[in-house]
Each structure stands twice: as structure tokens, then as C-alpha cells.
């Protein structure tokens, strides 16, 4: 089993910063993937970012060019650097580590774009 663990939400004014991190713990061998999804009230849940061992990297479409996603392959960990925030980025934003075929997540936290 893998414990996943999302940190850094909080409120934030539009134009502004935020970063998230995602701690990965328990069995956390061959570890595939880690990546960063969201869901708004009333909304389906959508990509924000996901990164592959190989370094490969995936945005969704709104978030290009403001997000940018790191992991840290050591240490079992995700972060979520985003910049030049919208109030449209409010979400609950979740942490997905996939291992093998295996998909663990975590409880989210809550990011609210707002003046």
C-alpha cells in the first residue's frame, strides 16, 4: 500500500502563487508515475499535471504555461508550482501515485482563487 498526502492549499489572490507538494509513503517501490488532479464543485475531475519516471511531463490545456510540475524520485514526492493563478483554478486539487498498474490518491486540499 502507498499513503499519499497533499499539502500547501490554502487561499490565494488571482495573479498570485501557490505551491503544493505530495508526499508518497509505506510501499513505495516502482513507483510509475506521480501527477496532480483537480475538481471543482459541480464539475467532473480534470488533468492538472502528471510526470513519469522517465521525466516525461503532461499538462491539461488551462494550465499550460502557468503550472509546472516536479518530483523528486527519492524522496517520494510531487510538487505543484503554480503561477499567475485564476479564479477558475479554484478546486480541490488531488495527488494520483501510480505504481505498477496500482493507482493511490490522496485526501486532496482545497485551493480557493479569490480577492
Known amino acids: 500500500q502507498v499513503q499519499v498526502v497533499e499539502s500547501g492549499g490554502g487561499l490565494v489572490q488571482p495573479g498570485g502563487s501557490l505551491r503544493l507538494s505530495c508526499a508518497a509513503s509505506g510501499q513505495t517501490f516502482s513507483i510509475n508515475r506521480m501527477g496532480w488532479y483537480r475538481q471543482a464543485p459541480g464539475r467532473e475531475s480534470e488533468l492538472v499535471a502528471t510526470?513519469?519516471?522517465?521525466?516525461?511531463?503532461k499538462y491539461g490545456d488551462s494550465v499550460k504555461g502557468r503550472f509546472t510540475i516536479s518530483v523528486d524520485n527519492v524522496e517520494n514526492m510531487a510538487y505543484l508550482q503554480m503561477d499567475i493563478v485564476k479564479p477558475e483554478d479554484t478546486a480541490v486539487y488531488y495527488c494520483?501515485?501510480?505504481?505498477?498498474?496500482?493507482?493511490?490518491w490522496g485526501q486532496g486540499t482545497q485551493v480557493t482563487v479569490s480577492s
Open positions: 510526470m513519469s519516471n522517465d521525466g516525461t511531463t
Open positions: 494520483e501515485v501510480v505504481q505498477r498498474w496500482r493507482a493511490f
